[in-house]
């Protein structure tokens, strides 16, 4: 999910992200047949938002290299 820097401190765009986020949100991502990611990367994203660490890690001119998860710490 891309959130607009702007948006981000919307607070129906804040309630959004988090359940998204949550375990709530984690069910939903199995019980409509599609593979979870380990909670750690659910974390990992939450604390991006939290901190409202914006533009992309996985894109751009220098993405990232490595799994998700691996990107997400390398980004912290």
Do not use: M, Q
Not at 31 to 47: C, S
């Amino acid at each position: 999910v891309y959130v607009r820097g702007e948006s981000a401190g919307k607070a129906y765009v804040k309630e959004f992200i988090r359940y998204y986020l949550s375990e709530d949100g984690r069910e939903l991502v199995v019980d409509v047949g599609y593979v979870a990611y380990p909670g750690e990367v659910y974390d990992l994203a939450l604390a991006r938002f939290e901190n409202l660490t914006t533009g992309t890690i996985f894109g751009g001119d220098n993405p990232l290299k490595g799994s998700v998860l691996e990107v997400l710490t390398a980004g912290r």
